[in-house]
């Protein structure tokens, strides 16, 4: 028999994912949210804020390899890397897998967010501590307009545009980016669910393109603990086309970077497979603009 | 204030999906099972089998296009086409769309799935009485065993491995597949997911091998109201590779068909976008037979 | 296998009580709220108001039987009686089984839960139609305000007091009860949880003497389908006392009167077995006035 | 926002009590059982075994003090007392506060839970240390068939008749119990739901009648934490009635023993006040045999 206790993630009103506890390990209210890690039966530890999965350390790979490697093999040189959010440091820990990155700045808001995860997430702040890596305890949002630094990539592994985060998808933050680019840069957001925030996907793009980027790509993929289990990223880029990389240099640099979902192969086809009404809509809003 | 009526499936004892319930409009048993359709917020109608969501009208698409034009098109001329299971009638109603398809066996072991999908889900049940369509009402596990007819394509749209639906995912069943395929046939069977279901999907790919198919290639894709929200198709046949596919040939003959998710990118790229870890572990199994 | 259909009802954001569901009966929304009624496994059919159980087949004899038989054995005369609420019928049902009762005027608020009740709960609603009722749709609160008439009894038989309900547990409305009533009147009144709600019995208690009435006592007893399960009435009488009552009449009357809970033993002993925690909190507020 | 961390107990497949979890504070599992103690929003510390709530910091003193001073107050010498099972502590910490209470034989079969609950739960565990109290950790089965002592009240704070607790249920052990209760000796046990489990209740009381007692009768009560929220204890005497006392021996003798639930007047009463359909089961059992 096994303790019937549960937690919930209500993804709307309507619909909701429950897994069954088997520890809760961390519970603390943080200036900016409530920060939980349990442990699961079938995914692990798990991080959650404000009673919504963040990550967990049975299908963090999709994301984490997702939103990390598609950036860093579509451009040819990423020296300089900015990460804004993700404090439990699984977007860090792939991207100092790339030896080309010489710097990453890590902007997360929420310091307790990083002390936890270093305790209870090893699997993911493994590489806080890399002498690449530059945390930075300050607002994304701020940081991007007040910077004067220039980077190769910057992700966004932002959390839901809820609260703190929604400046985090709106035109202003979108333009402070484009500025943070050296002239061939690209970045790469976490753009929420395919299925569920279309309209949301829809204004990322139109204030991507409003903001100068010259080629702009949603990808989705599966990810089990979101909402949906559907879920997207959108890379915007000034110069380089994720289509006109050569596989053949990924799989060469994929013989020291192990990955689970990812590979030379993922990497053209996640853009391809993405739903025909995905790519419409995008493909719309950028011609019209 | 909205009624607080839930329908909750558990995927297994640790996690579970709930969906608000605005109406029950089904609840019958069977011989063979629990039949219920509900109206839901979000998803608009769903079918419900043993507690199980089979399909719901705002993710069918996905799962119905998938399952039917990926070996559509990999087969150049399908003009015989199997059917197994699918009780609700979305397959089949993709599956006429195709000008080439002249006739359309569909085997369904519950009359009464197909009575209610008629009267309450007439969006994926469409099809049903189209003058190519045969609804044999039978076990599909038997039907392969003892018909002598040849297919072209067939396309296994079967429930999870449990009860009735076990043989079919026993290499019994494979074999008398293989059977019925003409010499250039494929098939395509509903394989579960990447992330819950790995040991299954392994054990669907050996017997595929060792009941003679010579391509055997699983893909997967995000299903939101299936467990994990991640699933899997796979794809067995004796001649035509999916990949070598001409996409100019998809693109035209779409100007016919309306997909929502499908088209002639993601025809091959959801093989490719399948995950590292999915793609080596069926290569592994092929490869050692 | 059982379909996994629940209704939940919160106590408060912190509890709730679920029951699964056999068959949703009706559902509808009216003028004033959101009634259901479902046919649960445990409890019979369940007549649900705004997502909150209001009666069950299965322990309705519980409330019915208290909320009338105190109130009308206390009274050695009742022949005028007012029943503020209670669109169930079950306390209508319970108050002509007394040969002393001519008349009831049955006062509620919303048409839609008697229409409701007469369909799906005749065990409940079977005296609608007896010829001392007098049905009249209207909110008890006006009522009370405006009739001329006088009763012997009067039962409120009341909801939560959220909404439209609320008046009917303000001062107002006692003091209006109290002109209702003839000389030697008394009334029974619903007054929810004595685990949750003790600082609403307290306020009952002092609007009641403030109102004028001489004798308040509250009684408890368990109610398995309401919140917390633990639930009072507060009888407040211009005269009568309930513990003066001969047992000697109340067992012969009972001879012609079915029961299941109530009996002339238990006539008293609600009162004394209730906690002694809510008569020292009733007794202070009565003395301190 | 309050952390969305929930237990859940399922009374049975069609009915569940859910609580707000606010921390795990202990969870193990014994040789017995698996022992939790959670602190709840509304309920305080609650312990639980087996996904069974034991008892709440919230309403405990309902049990508690019913479980224990109808017997002591009915037997007007209470030296000797026997407690089986209670490992939190509840049932011996009344006992204690009798000051013709000379000893506590407190028969617990779980280690575990009293460790957990001295630690967890000091309100309840508080008296455990009492020298008046004797701990044996035993099987209270066995410790009744074996032992040579006899005693004036015999207290059984028995789980639910499931797994080890079931022989507690059971005429073997109730014939044990009459063996070793003095002549004028009498005993109380926790004899489960007057809604849901009659056939249970019945039994108890014919195997009381058919192990020697004279005087059998239940007594019901509100429990909130407890299945349908309405809750028994059957007292069994060899001699004393409950219902013989003076109330004024109570009243006098509570001004120092200090209550919040029980009182004088509640001692006869909570009998009295039982539900007529449980007194004429039991009456008709007795007289039947």
Redesign the interface.
């Known amino acids: 028999?096994?303790?019937?206790?549960?937690?919930?993630?209500?993804h709307?009103?309507?619909?909701?994912?429950?897994?069954?506890?088997k520890?809760?390990l961390y519970?603390e209210k943080s200036k900016y949210q409530?920060i939980?890690i349990?442990e699961?039966?079938?995914?692990g530890r798990v991080l959650?804020l404000?009673?919504t999965f963040q990550t967990t350390e049975?299908?963090e790979f999709?994301y984490h390899e997702l939103i990390s490697h598609i950036p860093l093999f579509t451009h040819p040189n990423p020296k300089d890397v900015l990460v804004i959010g993700g404090g439990d440091g699984g977007t860090v820990r792939e991207v100092v897998k790339h030896k080309k990155v010489e710097r990453v700045d890590f902007v997360e808001l929420d310091e307790k967010v990083i002390e936890a995860c270093r305790k209870y997430l090893p699997n993911l702040s493994c590489e806080m501590d890399n002498e690449k890596v530059n945390i930075i305890i300050a607002d994304g949002i701020k940081y991007v307009a007040e910077t004067d630094k220039k980077y190769d990539v910057i992700i966004v592994d932002c959390p839901d545009p809820v609260g703190p985060a929604k400046g985090l998808f709106e035109k202003e933050f979108y333009k402070n980016v484009y500025k943070c680019l050296k002239d061939d840069g690209l970045m790469v957001q976490q753009s929420e669910s395919p299925?569920y925030d279309l309209k949301l996907i829809e204004n990322i793009c139109k204030y991507l393109k409003e903001s100068g980027f010259k080629i702009i790509m949603p990808y989705?993929?599966?990810?089990?603990s979101?909402p949906?289990?559907?879920?997207s990223f959108t890379l915007a880029s000034k110069k380089y086309n994720p289509l006109d990389v050569d596989e053949n240099k990924i799989r060469e640099a994929l013989k020291e970077i192990k990955?689970?979902?990812?590979?030379e192969?993922?990497h053209?086809?996640?853009?391809?497979?993405?739903?025909?009404?995905l790519?419409e809509l995008v493909r719309n809003i950028t011609k019209s603009l």
């Open positions: 028999m096994k303790f019937n206790l549960w937690f919930t993630e209500y709307n009103e309507n619909i909701s994912l429950s897994m069954r506890v520890e809760v519970l409530e939980a349990i699961t039966y079938d995914f959650i404000d009673n049975r299908d999709i299925l989705s993929y599966p990810m089990p979101y949906s289990g559907f879920w990955t689970k979902y990812y590979d192969e993922v053209k086809a996640i853009f391809l497979s993405t739903p025909k009404y790519k």
